[in-house]
DNA sequence: TCACGTCAAGCAGAT
DNA sequence: ATCTGCTTGACGTGA
């Protein structure tokens, strides 16, 4: 099992996601800005496996505008060499990406440009990944999109548009159970349809639940993910104890993690931590897992 | 130096 | 109709 956090690491003094507005667009600040992020996200990294830290999610902000149409520039071919260093080191340190493009990737759609930029959103995140030189086990994951007051028709649109992607987009998709639209059965039945694996978030699945336990979802969701993909990713989070309503807490409930923990200790996966504090979280369950013996089975370090 | 308005984009649900 | 949340606050302007 290895334990990861989202994007942001709180404890270094910089972010690999700055500020990038459309109407101050330069090349200049483009390459200055996309320095900034590499540079951090190179930091970040390092923190990382020197904290025993083996999975992370890229910022989708990495490369500001990559799917607007002002992008003119190659950032592909001008950074090519700085992607390469920093995937080696991925690959050398044994650590596993994933990256989760935002709201706006909305391929099942019903309005045709929502769709073209979801496209690109989707090729950019795929060119992260390719350009870190990473395989199939690098996932990209989305949720299957609106439901446009129809859902059956929303998800056969998903599966349409799924089966017309790029082959290099289509090595590192995953879809994820959200925490409204569309629960574990739904994917379950996109995934039987395309083989696309699915992550389980399990603070979505508490919260819009389709009445399989967590053991039970597990089951079910592991089986979706072949070998090239790497093992299963689950999501996690508990609910914020004063916001409450399907909000991710701010920091790790160690009861609750503990508990979660006990409960599928039969399972082997890896395990995205969604808790506001990120880094922090994620250090203090790394030290609750190999700290007590009742965890034993894990191996945080391979 | 600091307060404050604003920032590319979609969708659903609450107010 | 407008606001909020999503994975999430930081930048630019003007006082």
Known sequence: MKIGYPCINLSLNCRSSRTFRLKNYSENRLIDTIENNLDCLEKILKFNYENDILFFRISSDLIPFASHPIMQFNWQKHFNSGFKELGDYIKKSHMRITMHPGQ??????????????????????????????????????????????????????????????????????????????????QVLKVSKLTGIPIILDIYHHFCNNSGASIQEAIEKVSKTWKREDGLPILHYSSEHPIKGKCRHADEIDIKHFTDFIEKTKKYDFDLMLEIKNKEKSTLLAIKILTNDIRFNRIKILE
Request: aromatic letters at 8%.
């Open 104 to 185: 706006y990737t909305v391929i099942n759609s019903t309005n045709l440009t929502v769709i073209e930029n979801s496209i690109k959103e989707l090729k950019y995140h795929a060119d992260v990944l390719n350009l870190l030189g990473l395989d199939s086990s690098a996932k990209i994951t989305t949720h299957i999109g609106g439901v446009y007051g129809n859902k059956q028709e929303s998800l056969n649109r998903f599966i349409e548009r799924y089966k017309n992607l790029d082959e290099r987009i289509k090595n590192h998709y995953v879809i994820e159970n959200d925490d409204k639209n569309y629960n574990l059965n």
